[in-house]
């Protein structure tokens, strides 16, 4: 691989203006297709198969025309009087009913008058005379007639507050123009010019995810002077962020192309941005400091250039691997979200390997002399006796060799004890009740919280398939002895049936729990619920499910939950090989899979601590999301492996060429160090710079992935492992001999590669590959 590298990144540096107009050709091209067929992204959180959507399925089946439950465009407008004040004063019935009037001149609105925005107290006066009407005439039909009414009522009991729903007239959520949540945000602003508190959510109005760049400038600007403190030199520090934003910007635009085809969440287009910004400056900083060091050893540039991407390249090559097989094989567990996730961030981890195996080497042929040109300072190591640079890497390194079992003992105690609040780790979905307090998702949820109840907003779908029942009678007895059985669990505000279809062989049942969708309380109750179900369709002769929102995100985290055993076993398992194949060794990959496991841990403790328990005041408690922790270890392992290949290979390539096992550790670090400091700090203030993001999914991720670098890179890469290495000297690098002879070779320390350019005829022009 170095040889066929070390060619690569020789061609692309003598041959650079072909390698430039290629990326220029690909960029305009890819981008002219992919912004042409782009469509509007959407959250969408499902997964085939979960208990919910099966329920959903019959209940479409009994009801057609029952759309999907997460691809329908609603929306709520909550109104509410000022303190001490009711909406049915006529002041504030008037200013509804401006409001009502101005939200049906938006675009999109159902065409069906019944369907339509309608007065929260005029409906719910109607609603109440109905249902009234319509129940017994005994005391306890009365007084259970009016609590149904109460439960679906969109006036509060008191009379301050209101809702008014509607679901647009599109195809999905996705259909539902910028353009329209504008105008609805207007007519809000209009009705609380009128005195009146007016916030909306729903799925149809999803907040916005900032993309401005502000998060991405102050790590750019951080990353910048990371690289000049490195380099010393302004044009090598643009360099790296250059490459790396060419990466990027090839990624957001396949993220663009596959909105084409397929649902793509709001908040993937920030993830592949943070991880591939991170790993783009990374792997070009990787490349251009070996660079500068094969500069010192020789005076033809092409030749430094093709050593550089042949030796540093083999390493981002290995490192971009374990990345991409950590997010891919987020697929792996078939949850289709997850899925655009980890192909997006992978999509942006591809790109930046090739910019920086290609793009960077033809940049450098274009500057030449001028690479480090604008140098404001320069390094100058000590030299030690042995003629060997003395730098603080080598300082560090020996200063861990002195005492390592007690290094060992103090990391492993320190991140264990980091993992302890993960003991109350608590997963739940995005919603409006999630979002930023200063949000109108979130204040719209908390007005319905505070005026109905936490549960008004939580509620569970019970469908009932009557058809095997005879008799009509005998059918809407049994819907009455389901829904009496469904009322009857703990955690239950009310339960009425709210539908039966037209030839009385379906029913359904509207469920109001208590507690919210994130409260463990409604996790009980759907689970009592499930495990009461073949009981009562025994004794009914009906087949019961349950759906409804808040069944499916539940279902979900479930099925997350239940996914992360299966994801880290193959990620492990496929990294731990390559690993293998490395490094030739087994002891290696299975330290540095237990010391990801440690930094993991550690990471979301503290993410725990900080998010959900809300330590510091930081931010505003809340459950984690649901698939935060599969996305953080997929993330995570690959940067983790980075760092483990970029300095262990330094040592193994030591260690092949006849150093100690000392020696070796001694001798990565003296070449390694410093850039792995470097690229650690980069992608920590990346991520760390995402936490100015008002989505709390992606302050979280920022937040944890940050933590994550520094934990794995300076706790675990830079003291556990050189550490343990200490202590097994040369056994280290143990490999049984039959594994050594069935594994590949790769050469990625370069040994072949100085075989090979030791031949006269090795640096010819013919020796160049095709472009």
């Excluded at 092409?302 to 097989?325: Q, R």
């Excluded at 936490?454 to 009678?473: E, F, K, M, Y």
């Excluded at 090989?577 to 002891?587: E, G, K």
């Excluded at 410093?674 to 979280?700: D, K, W």
């Amino acid at each position: 691989m170095a040889s066929l590298l070390y060619r690569l990144g020789r061609t692309a540096y003598r041959r650079w203006p072909i390698f430039l107009a290629g990326w220029v050709i690909i960029l305009v091209g890819f981008g002219t297709v992919a912004l042409g067929i782009s469509k509007p992204m959407v959250d969408k959180f499902s997964i085939p198969g979960i208990p919910s959507l099966q329920a959903q399925t019959m209940e479409q089946k009994l009801f057609p025309g029952t759309g999907d439950v997460q691809d329908q465009a609603s929306a709520t407008v909550v109104v509410a009087a000022p303190a001490g004040h009711t909406l049915q004063e006529t002041k504030y019935k008037n200013a509804v009913n401006e409001l009502i009037t101005d939200l049906k001149q938006v675009p999109q609105m159902p065409t069906d008058p019944k369907a339509q925005p309608v007065n929260p107290v005029v409906a719910s006066q109607a609603q109440t005379k109905q249902i009234l009407a319509a129940a017994g005439k005994t005391p306890q039909e009365q007084a259970a007639a009016k609590r149904n009414a109460q439960a679906l009522s969109p006036l509060s009991k008191d009379g301050s507050t209101g809702t008014i729903s509607w679901n647009f007239k599109v195809d999905s959520v996705a259909d539902v123009r910028t353009s329209t949540q504008d105008d609805v945000l207007k007519a809000l602003a209009g009705a609380r010019q009128d005195g009146l508190r007016a916030e909306v959510n729903g799925t149809a109005m999803q907040a916005t995810v900032d993309t401005g760049g502000s998060s991405e400038l102050l790590g750019i600007i951080v990353a910048a002077l990371v690289l000049f403190i490195t380099f010393g030199s302004l044009v090598a520090a643009g360099m790296p962020i250059i490459s790396a934003g060419v990466g990027v910007l090839m990624g957001e635009l396949a993220i663009q192309f596959a909105t084409g085809f397929t649902t793509i969440g709001t908040t993937t287009p920030i993830l592949a941005t943070m991880i591939g910004l991170a790993v783009g400056i990374d792997y070009t900083l990787f490349i251009l400091a070996r660079y500068r060091t094969e500069l010192q050893e020789t005076d033809d540039r092409s030749h430094a250039a093709g050593l550089a991407v042949g030796k540093a390249g083999s390493a981002v090559v290995f490192a971009g691997l374990t990345v991409l097989i950590a997010l891919c094989a987020l697929s792996v567990v078939g949850i289709p979200f997850l899925t655009s996730m980890g192909l997006a961030a992978a999509g942006s981890v591809f790109f930046a390997v090739c910019v920086a195996l290609t793009l960077l080497p033809a940049v450098l042929g274009l500057l030449k002399s001028k690479a480090f040109g604008g140098q404001l300072r320069r390094r100058a190591d000590k030299i030690a006796a042995d003629g060997r640079t003395t730098n603080n890497g080598v300082r560090w390194a020996k200063l861990l060799g002195k005492k390592p079992a007690i290094v060992v003992a103090l990391v492993v105690v320190v991140l264990g004890g980091l993992a302890l609040p993960m003991k109350s780790l608590h997963l739940a979905l995005p919603s409006d009740s999630t979002e930023a307090s200063s949000t109108t998702q979130r204040k719209a949820a908390d007005l319905v919280t505070d005026a109905f109840g936490a549960g008004r907003q939580a509620p569970l779908l019970v469908v009932v398939d009557g058809s095997q029942v005879d008799g009509t009678q005998q059918r809407m007895a049994a819907y009455g002895q389901v829904m009496g059985w469904a009322g009857s669990q703990k955690n239950v505000v009310n339960a009425q049936i709210v539908g039966v279809n037209a030839d009385k062989t379906g029913a359904q049942i509207l469920i109001t729990p208590k507690g919210g969708a994130d409260d463990q309380s409604t996790l009980d109750l759907l689970n009592a619920l499930r495990d009461g179900q073949s009981g009562i369709e025994a004794r009914t002769g009906t087949q019961v499910g349950v759906t409804g929102a808040t069944a499916v995100q539940t279902d979900v985290s479930s099925q997350l939950s239940s996914a992360l055993p299966k994801y880290l076993a193959v990620v492990i398992g496929l990294a731990f090989i390559l690993l293998m194949i490395v490094f030739r060794s087994v002891v290696v990959p299975l330290m540095a899979t237990l010391g990801f496991l440690l930094s993991v841990l550690a990471t979301l403790g503290a993410t725990v601590a900080v998010f959900q328990d809300g330590f510091l005041g930081l931010v505003e408690g809340q459950p984690i999301v649901s698939f935060m922790p599969i996305i953080l270890i997929g993330i995570v392992f690959g940067l983790a492996m980075d760092y483990q290949v970029f300095l262990v290979t330094r040592m193994r390539e030591a260690y092949v060429h006849g150093a100690s096992a000392r020696e070796s550790i001694v001798d990565g670090f003296r070449h390694g160090a410093r850039v792995v400091t470097a690229a650690a700090t980069i992608m920590i203030s990346v991520f760390a710079a995402f936490m100015l993001q008002s989505n709390s999914l992606i302050q979280s991720m920022g937040f944890a992935l940050a933590v994550a670098v520094f934990f794995d890179a300076f706790v675990v890469r830079m003291t556990l492992i050189p550490a343990l290495m200490y202590l097994l000297g040369d056994k280290a690098w143990w490999l049984p001999k039959w594994l050594d002879r069935i594994l590949p070779r790769v050469d990625v320390e370069g040994e072949g590669l100085a075989k090979q350019l030791a031949k006269p005829e090795s640096r010819d022009d013919s020796d160049l590959v095709t472009v």
